[in-house]
């Protein structure tokens, strides 16, 4: 699976727009990107995925470069409880098996 | 609830003891996976089963390692001879793959182990 790379860390203010980046130059074209949450002590959170096109969901967007090299995670009205760590994952769909995490970036909301 | 199910929450043994972790995963979750995070780091995948298959095992995953599921349903994750390097949480997660069916992972709270 392909690597990414991703800032270790980023502020956002209560109400704005969180977006958070992530690189994936070397992604392949049955890879897809995948995001993850992790709140403090609790277990991942599937948040979103996508192959090419941008996709939108109750919890976020994600917005796809039309190279796929890299992609942004918005969560549009950022809360406190928004505060975790975010992986953004690459990965074969179907069947494919584990998720290789690397160390994410840790959001944290403020008032 | 109908999530994944991890017992204990906490686990604090003696180093060279023995330690058993249980993983409930959602009915019906054909595939059960095993992840270990130690602090500031990502989960690192450890082994998964396709029903009671265990289909992959990483290098991480020690001769002290062991892991089962034996009826398809619930697993267990055992470590014999505890070191102290073995401290961190463990994570278990579930998913259906099945054809079109395929969902996505669904992860527990963890264990969190401590070997002291």
């Known amino acids: 699976d392909a690597k990414t790379t991703q800032p270790p860390s980023m502020d956002c203010a209560e109400g704005r727009a969180a977006n958070l980046p992530c690189n994936h130059s070397?992604?392949?074209?049955?890879?897809?990107v995948y995001w993850y949450r992790q709140i403090h002590s609790q277990g991942p959170q599937y948040i979103i995925h996508?192959?090419?096109n941008n996709e939108t969901n109750e919890m976020a967007s994600l917005i796809i470069t039309e190279d796929r090299k890299s992609s942004t995670l918005i969560l549009p009205h950022a809360t406190l409880r928004d505060t975790a760590v975010y992986y953004c994952i690459v990965r074969h769909t179907g069947t494919a098996s584990k998720l290789t995490f690397g160390t994410g970036t840790r959001l944290q909301v403020t008032l | 609830d109908t999530g994944v199910s991890q017992d204990p929450r906490h686990k604090i043994t003696k180093r060279g003891q023995n330690v058993t972790f249980r993983c409930d995963p959602i009915s019906e979750h054909n595939r059960l996976y095993w992840y270990r995070q130690t602090l500031g780091q990502g989960p690192e995948f450890l082994t998964y089963?396709?029903?009671?298959?265990?289909?992959?095992k990483s290098r991480l995953l020690s001769d002290r390692f062991s892991a089962e599921r034996p009826k398809g349903s619930f697993s267990t994750l055992e470590i014999q001879r505890t070191e102290q390097g073995d401290s961190a949480m463990y994570l278990c997660a579930s998913r259906v793959v099945s054809g079109s069916s395929n969902t996505e992972a669904f992860f527990g709270q963890g264990t969190r182990l401590t070997v002291v």
């Open positions: 070397t992604i392949s074209g049955n890879e897809y």
């Open positions: 996508g192959l090419k």
């Open positions: 089963f396709q029903n009671e298959a265990q289909l992959e």
